[in-house]
């Protein structure tokens, strides 16, 4: 009973009445709650220091530019009329220091003067006077007072984001000081008792994580021209947290922001804490990542609750924090560049929320390809890996593969044409051969999307791939790939070079426990399997020697459960969900586990000449050097006989 009343009592205090609204609401909410004039103030800081800071009243010239009329080129000052009857052949004299005199650029243009014949164009050139076959016309190559800026006219408006150019004018107007809006300040806090604070370089138990989210926020709001501070992570006690919280609210940053606690677990206090010191404003958005994003007023300063999960806190500064800090700071807020992309795989969505998705882009020919990458929340990593992001709508059940979406991008364009779009199988030469192109004197990077061999032609196949890894087995010829470019690639002239021999084999529990030693084992009832996804290399050939074997997959505990990369095999290994999986060494060896070898095949990078470009050459050249086969023997688990060779149908292993 008492277990129950407790649990009710706790429910009570979760948040679990959370009510979305749309991004667009969300931000008016905020904006009509704060008065941005009270909360942001006006200073005067010094001209020089001024770049990026914006305008707060109008700013007027104080001087001219130039103060004085002035030489715009060197040569010679002198009367224009003087000079009116100069011809070629029928040249004009004049006297240095009665009718003309030497100027260089930039000096001030003798009484009485009213132009400057450059010096080249004098014909002659002597001590005592110049002669000149050109006429020069009133004020030629002459900078008159003002021509650039003239005193008292308004120089810069109120509510200019000021450029290093705007400095340059404000120091030739002479203005030394400029009244500008103060720049914007951001407390984090981050909390939470399984975060860990980075600054003690900690190693993290199971139940702890880095705290990492504060110096993302660093970086974006750096970005964004607003100073920030954070401090330790306060523990998960509504108390602490309150205290923290009411000292940033009174120190002087103007927005603060909780990392993590915002939603409706036990002890995220977020929300309370907020309605205890001020007003929650909203509670969630129709958006994920960064669904339970919460926007409040605690006296007068903007406080944020920012979901724990590193995504969902970057979604939650994009489309919250960035339109609020610009509204904040007066400026126009960023716009990403839109570009149409076809999708290297579909992208499932739920009906009723809109979902932003990042990207992988590259382009493959004409088009821009993109492969989406995961969408966990937790995973920074395609935060890392995104080169754009894209909205699938309220509405939408998704996106199929091979189908346009409109894409924002994270990178300048440019960056798009650098890329090398390689889809299929992976491999962890892929990440050597990344790291090594992003040496070159003009980097090439690599977007990987792991689809398995069979999909890597496939994207060949619809040319949304430059390069397709994979090792795919023929059982009847003994050879590799080119059985299979005939069949699902038929017309198509296909050629691959070869990246490695590499080991596969069964990737087992440190020790062995099992004693798992060959492919019979599989058939054993207290072998748990884990198989790899339809269409991958490594899947086939499992059936092969499940069949050399004489096993059938059914005799197979765990042949219907898939994974989509060798880590994620050993993964299942290393937390014991199963006891063996059928993987490259190279993913045993970086978890630890053990691995029993079971076959040699060739891995190759796939490609149709006639639709390589610049980066497929690059890449190639770079897979024949001999550096590249010495970093790849350092792995482990492979051969470089064959590396960097284009391989011939019938070859094999040989
Ligand atoms: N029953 C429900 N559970 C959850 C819901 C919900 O609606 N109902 N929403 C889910 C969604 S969506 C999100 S997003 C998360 C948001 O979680 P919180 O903001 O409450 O954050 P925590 O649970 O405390 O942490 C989540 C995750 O992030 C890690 N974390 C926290 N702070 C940091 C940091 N500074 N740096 C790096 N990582 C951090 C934390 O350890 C957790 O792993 O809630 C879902 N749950
Ligand atoms: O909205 Mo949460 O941010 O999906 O992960």
Redesign the pocket.
């Given at each position: 009973m008492s277990g129950y009343s407790n649990l009710r009592k706790k429910m009570k205090k979760r948040n679990i009445y959370?009510k979305t609204v749309p991004v667009a609401e969300a931000l008016c909410l905020a904006m009509d709650a704060l008065d941005r004039d009270g909360l942001v103030g006006m200073e005067t800081i010094p001209a020089h220091q001024a770049c990026g800071r914006v305008t707060a009243q109008a700013v007027h010239a104080v001087c001219s530019s130039p103060t004085f009329h002035s030489a715009a080129m060197d040569g010679y000052a002198l009367k224009a009329e003087s000079t009116f009857a100069a011809r070629e052949g029928r040249p004009v004299r004049l006297a240095k220091g009665s009718q003309c005199a030497p100027v260089n650029t930039g000096h001030p243009l003798p009484e009485g003067m009213d132009g400057v014949l450059m010096i080249e164009k004098a014909v002659r050139d002597t001590d005592d006077f110049i002669e000149l076959e050109t006429p020069v016309f009133p004020m030629q190559h002459v900078r008159r007072i003002g021509e650039d800026i003239v005193a008292t006219e308004l120089l810069l408006p109120q509510n200019r984001l000021l450029s290093p150019y705007d400095v340059g004018g404000l120091l030739s107007a002479g203005i030394w000081d400029v009244p500008v809006w103060e720049q914007l300040r951001m407390t984090f806090i981050?909390?939470?008792d399984?975060?860990l604070d980075f600054t003690t370089r900690p190693s993290p138990r199971p139940g702890q994580?880095?705290?990492?989210?504060?110096q993302v926020f660093a970086g974006l709001a750096a970005a964004q021209g607003c100073l920030f501070t954070r401090v330790d992570p306060v523990p998960d006690n509504e108390d602490a947290l309150t205290t923290a919280v009411r000292e940033a609210v009174n120190g002087p940053s103007h927005v603060v922001v909780i990392?993590?606690?915002?939603?409706?677990?036990s002890k995220?206090f977020s929300r309370s804490i907020i309605e205890s010191l001020g007003q929650v404003l909203v509670h969630g958005i129709d958006l994920?990542?960064?669904?339970?994003s919460i926007l409040g007023i605690v006296g007068g300063k903007l406080i944020v609750g920012a979901?724990?999960?590193?995504v969902?806190a970057v979604v939650c500064f994009e489309e919250l924090l960035i339109p609020l800090l610009s509204w904040l700071s007066r400026k126009t807020p960023p716009v990403r560049q839109l570009v149409d992309v076809e999708l290297a795989r579909k992208i499932p969505s739920k009906l009723g929320t809109e979902e932003l998705v990042r990207l992988a882009i590259g382009r493959v020919g004409e088009k821009l390809v993109a492969t989406p990458l995961g969408r966990g929340?937790?995973m920074l990593t395609t935060l890392i890996r995104a080169q754009g992001v894209t909205r699938i709508p309220v509405d939408s059940e998704g996106a199929e593969a091979a189908s346009k979406v409109r894409a924002e991008l994270l990178v300048p364009a440019a960056e798009l044409d650098q890329t090398l779009v390689v889809v299929g199988s992976h491999d962890n030469i892929l990440d050597v051969l990344g790291n090594e192109l992003m040496g070159l004197t003009r980097p090439v990077r690599i977007a990987s999307s792991h689809v398995g061999s069979m999909g890597g032609l496939t994207a060949l196949k619809n040319r949304s791939a430059l390069m397709a890894g994979t090792h795919l087995f023929d059982e009847l010829s003994g050879d590799f790939n080119f059985p299979f470019f005939r069949k699902y690639l038929p017309g198509l002239n296909v050629a691959c070079v070869n990246l490695a021999i590499r080991h596969q084999g069964l990737i087992v529990a440190k020790g062995n426990p099992l004693g798992i030693s060959k492919v019979e084992d599989l058939a054993r009832p207290e072998v748990r399997f884990i198989n790899r996804q339809r269409g991958a290399g490594t899947r086939i050939l499992l059936d092969y020697h499940l069949r050399q074997a004489g096993i059938s997959s059914e005799q197979v505990n765990g042949y219907d459960k898939e994974e989509f990369t060798h880590m994620a095999v050993a993964v299942n290994v290393l937390t014991g969900t199963a006891s063996c999986g059928l993987g490259i060494f190279a993913a045993a060896n970086a978890l630890g586990l053990d691995f029993v070898p079971l076959a040699r095949e060739r891995y190759d990078l796939a490609f149709l000449p006639e639709h390589a470009d610049w980066k497929t050459e690059v890449a190639l050249e770079l897979i024949r050097s001999a550096s590249f086969k010495e970093r790849i023997e350092k792995l482990g688990g492979y051969e470089t006989a064959l590396t960097g060779r284009i391989m011939e149908p019938g070859q094999g292993l040989g």
């Amino acid at each position: 009973m008492s277990g129950y009343s407790n649990l009710r009592k706790k429910m009570k205090k979760r948040n679990i009445y959370l009510k979305t609204v749309p991004v667009a609401e969300a931000l008016c909410l905020a904006m009509d709650a704060l008065d941005r004039d009270g909360l942001v103030g006006m200073e005067t800081i010094p001209a020089h220091q001024a770049c990026g800071r914006v305008t707060a009243q109008a700013v007027h010239a104080v001087c001219s530019s130039p103060t004085f009329h002035s030489a715009a080129m060197d040569g010679y000052a002198l009367k224009a009329e003087s000079t009116f009857a100069a011809r070629e052949g029928r040249p004009v004299r004049l006297a240095k220091g009665s009718q003309c005199a030497p100027v260089n650029t930039g000096h001030p243009l003798p009484e009485g003067m009213d132009g400057v014949l450059m010096i080249e164009k004098a014909v002659r050139d002597t001590d005592d006077f110049i002669e000149l076959e050109t006429p020069v016309f009133p004020m030629q190559h002459v900078r008159r007072i003002g021509e650039d800026i003239v005193a008292t006219e308004l120089l810069l408006p109120q509510n200019r984001l000021l450029s290093p150019y705007d400095v340059g004018g404000l120091l030739s107007a002479g203005i030394w000081d400029v009244p500008v809006w103060e720049q914007l300040r951001m407390t984090f806090i981050p909390t939470g008792d399984e975060v860990l604070d980075f600054t003690t370089r900690p190693s993290p138990r199971p139940g702890q994580v880095i705290e990492s989210n504060s110096q993302v926020f660093a970086g974006l709001a750096a970005a964004q021209g607003c100073l920030f501070t954070r401090v330790d992570p306060v523990p998960d006690n509504e108390d602490a947290l309150t205290t923290a919280v009411r000292e940033a609210v009174n120190g002087p940053s103007h927005v603060v922001v909780i990392g993590a606690g915002s939603s409706a677990g036990s002890k995220d206090f977020s929300r309370s804490i907020i309605e205890s010191l001020g007003q929650v404003l909203v509670h969630g958005i129709d958006l994920m990542p960064g669904k339970p994003s919460i926007l409040g007023i605690v006296g007068g300063k903007l406080i944020v609750g920012a979901p724990g999960y590193p995504v969902s806190a970057v979604v939650c500064f994009e489309e919250l924090l960035i339109p609020l800090l610009s509204w904040l700071s007066r400026k126009t807020p960023p716009v990403r560049q839109l570009v149409d992309v076809e999708l290297a795989r579909k992208i499932p969505s739920k009906l009723g929320t809109e979902e932003l998705v990042r990207l992988a882009i590259g382009r493959v020919g004409e088009k821009l390809v993109a492969t989406p990458l995961g969408r966990g929340a937790g995973m920074l990593t395609t935060l890392i890996r995104a080169q754009g992001v894209t909205r699938i709508p309220v509405d939408s059940e998704g996106a199929e593969a091979a189908s346009k979406v409109r894409a924002e991008l994270l990178v300048p364009a440019a960056e798009l044409d650098q890329t090398l779009v390689v889809v299929g199988s992976h491999d962890n030469i892929l990440d050597v051969l990344g790291n090594e192109l992003m040496g070159l004197t003009r980097p090439v990077r690599i977007a990987s999307s792991h689809v398995g061999s069979m999909g890597g032609l496939t994207a060949l196949k619809n040319r949304s791939a430059l390069m397709a890894g994979t090792h795919l087995f023929d059982e009847l010829s003994g050879d590799f790939n080119f059985p299979f470019f005939r069949k699902y690639l038929p017309g198509l002239n296909v050629a691959c070079v070869n990246l490695a021999i590499r080991h596969q084999g069964l990737i087992v529990a440190k020790g062995n426990p099992l004693g798992i030693s060959k492919v019979e084992d599989l058939a054993r009832p207290e072998v748990r399997f884990i198989n790899r996804q339809r269409g991958a290399g490594t899947r086939i050939l499992l059936d092969y020697h499940l069949r050399q074997a004489g096993i059938s997959s059914e005799q197979v505990n765990g042949y219907d459960k898939e994974e989509f990369t060798h880590m994620a095999v050993a993964v299942n290994v290393l937390t014991g969900t199963a006891s063996c999986g059928l993987g490259i060494f190279a993913a045993a060896n970086a978890l630890g586990l053990d691995f029993v070898p079971l076959a040699r095949e060739r891995y190759d990078l796939a490609f149709l000449p006639e639709h390589a470009d610049w980066k497929t050459e690059v890449a190639l050249e770079l897979i024949r050097s001999a550096s590249f086969k010495e970093r790849i023997e350092k792995l482990g688990g492979y051969e470089t006989a064959l590396t960097g060779r284009i391989m011939e149908p019938g070859q094999g292993l040989g």
